[in-house]
C-alpha cells in the first residue's frame, strides 16, 4: 500500500513569484507519480507524471516536478505563478505492477496567487 | 464526446433515499474509474472497469454501494439507503490505459 503526504494546506503567494508544492510519498514497492489540478467546481487534470527515466518532469502550464527517490519526494514548481494558476493541486501515487490503475491521493494544497 | 461527462452534476437526498449517479467516458476508452472525494480530502478509489468487467471493486465503503457498466460505455454508480457520511463528490474518470485518466467534473451528493 502507499501513502501520500501534502506537507502544506495552504500555499499563499503573490502574482509572477515562484511557488514549491511539496510531496511526500511513502511505499514499499517501485511507484508512479503524477501532479493533479482542480478548479473549482471542476474535474481533476492531469499536470503531469513520472513514469520512468529522467527524473525532471515538465508538465503544462510551465509546471515541472522532480522526482527524488531517496527523500521519497515528488515537489512541484513553476517559476513564476499566475492569478489563474489559483486552484487546489494534488499529488497522486500508484504502483508500477499489476495495480497500477488504482491512484492514491494527498490531501491537497490550495494555491491561491494575490496580485 | 470530447471529455467525460458525469450527470446530475448534484443531487440532494433525503437519508435512507436510493441514489443512481450517471457516467459517460470518452468514446474508446476501455477503462472506467470512480472515486470518492470527501469535502477537504483527497480523491478515494471506490472501483475499475474493464469494458463491462468491474476488476476491482476493493473501494466501494459498505454493501449499499453498487457500480455497473453493462455495454462496456456507460456507467452507473447506485448508493442505496443513503447516510450522511455518503455525502461527497463522486468522480468518474476514464482511460484508454491504466494512467492518465481524463476525470469528469463530479456529481455532488449531499444526503440531508
Known amino acids: 500500500a502507499q501513502s501520500v503526504t501534502q506537507l502544506d494546506s495552504q500555499v499563499p503567494v503573490f502574482e509572477e513569484a515562484p511557488v514549491e508544492l511539496r510531496c511526500n510519498y511513502s511505499?514499499?514497492?517501485?511507484?508512479?507519480l503524477f501532479w493533479y489540478v482542480q478548479y473549482p467546481n471542476q474535474g481533476l487534470q492531469l499536470l503531469l507524471k513520472?513514469?520512468?527515466?529522467?527524473?525532471l518532469v515538465k508538465g503544462i502550464n510551465g509546471f515541472e516536478a522532480e522526482f527524488n527517490k531517496s527523500q521519497t519526494s515528488f515537489h512541484l514548481r513553476k517559476p513564476s505563478v499566475h492569478i489563474s494558476d489559483t486552484a487546489e493541486y494534488f499529488c497522486?501515487?500508484?504502483?508500477?505492477?499489476?495495480?497500477?490503475?488504482?491512484?492514491?491521493f494527498g490531501k491537497g494544497t490550495l494555491l491561491t496567487v494575490n496580485p | 464526446g470530447a471529455g467525460v461527462s458525469q450527470s446530475p452534476r448534484y443531487k440532494v437526498a433525503k437519508r435512507g433515499q436510493d441514489v443512481a449517479l450517471r457516467c459517460d467516458p470518452i468514446?474508446?476508452?476501455?477503462?472506467l474509474f470512480w472515486y470518492q472525494q470527501a469535502l477537504g480530502q483527497g480523491p478515494e478509489f471506490l472501483t475499475y472497469?474493464?469494458?463491462?468487467?468491474?476488476?476491482?471493486k476493493s473501494g466501494l465503503p459498505s454493501d449499499r454501494f453498487f457500480a455497473e457498466r453493462p455495454e462496456g460505455s456507460v456507467s452507473t454508480l447506485k448508493i442505496q439507503r443513503t447516510q450522511q457520511e455518503d455525502s461527497a463528490v463522486y468522480l468518474c474518470?476514464?482511460?484508454?490505459?491504466?494512467?492518465?485518466?481524463?476525470f469528469g467534473s463530479g456529481t455532488r451528493l449531499t444526503v440531508v
Open positions: 474518470a476514464s482511460s484508454t490505459r491504466s494512467y492518465g485518466y481524463t
Open positions: 497522486a501515487v500508484s504502483d508500477t505492477g499489476g495495480s497500477n490503475y488504482k491512484l492514491t
Open positions: 468514446s474508446g476508452h476501455v477503462s
Open positions: 511505499s514499499s514497492v517501485s511507484v508512479y
Open positions: 472497469f474493464q469494458n463491462e468487467a468491474q476488476l476491482d
Open positions: 513520472y513514469l520512468s527515466g529522467s527524473t
